[in-house]
């Protein structure tokens, strides 16, 4: 970590250490709470966005989504290296630079709405519905490679009961849109607000 520290600035080596962990939400470690862990990578989405600066934003997913997908994919190094016998460096090399191309979707998606000023249509509608053009793109640019999706870390959650009706693409948006729920809960400046925030945050996530 130090040695990355030389390399990388602290707040994104933090984002890159972030969404490693964050990756833990994914199969083979699916569970009864990791579905929170998905629910922190759509909040630190939310944190991608408060900025009106496109790069910002953009800089801010990428590390982020690029340790998500380099933890998330780590099968592609044994895959390439031991089964595939093509050697470490190759390994490594795979392993690093599909999760940079991958982050570039959520990157991307982040820069589109950051502009927005207006912070309620920006959290509960643009961004939610950037990610879904986001991932819907990656599964299908150059053929695609869909894995995965934030939807995925909800199969054990409460959003799970969704799938049948808006399908995974649809309930990453609604991961995205409830972390934006959160968020204003968390900056309502009185109860009556905080408790109104998180009562259609409960519904959503209930219903």
Not at 10 to 27: F, I, N, S, W
Not at 59 to 83: D, E, K, N, P
Request: with cysteine; net charge positive.
């Amino acid at each position: 970590m130090k040695l990355l520290a030389l390399f990388i600035p602290p707040q994104k080596l933090g984002l890159l250490v972030l969404g490693a962990l964050c990756a833990l939400a994914y199969a083979p470690l699916l569970g009864a709470f990791t579905w929170v862990l998905g629910l922190i990578s759509a909040l630190v989405m939310v944190y991608c966005v408060l900025t009106t600066s496109a790069k910002q934003a953009f800089v801010r997913a990428w590390w982020f989504s690029w340790g998500q997908f380099i933890a998330g994919l780590y099968w592609i190094y044994i895959s390439t290296v031991y089964y595939g016998n093509a050697g470490m460096p190759l390994g490594v090399l795979l392993t690093l630079t599909l999760p940079a191309y991958l982050a570039l979707y959520p990157a991307l998606a982040a820069a589109i709405v950051a502009r927005m000023t207006n912070l309620k249509w920006k959290l509960l509608v643009a961004l939610p519905l950037a990610w879904m053009l986001g991932e819907l793109l990656r599964g299908w640019v150059m053929t695609g490679f869909p894995w995965n999706l934030l939807a995925y870390t909800q199969l054990d959650g409460l959003l799970a009961g969704y799938f049948g009706i808006v399908g995974a693409y649809g309930v990453g948006a609604i991961t995205t849109m409830c972390a934006g729920l959160l968020y204003f809960a968390w900056i309502s400046p009185n109860a009556r607000q905080r408790f109104s925030w998180l009562m259609a945050f409960a519904v959503i996530m209930l219903g």
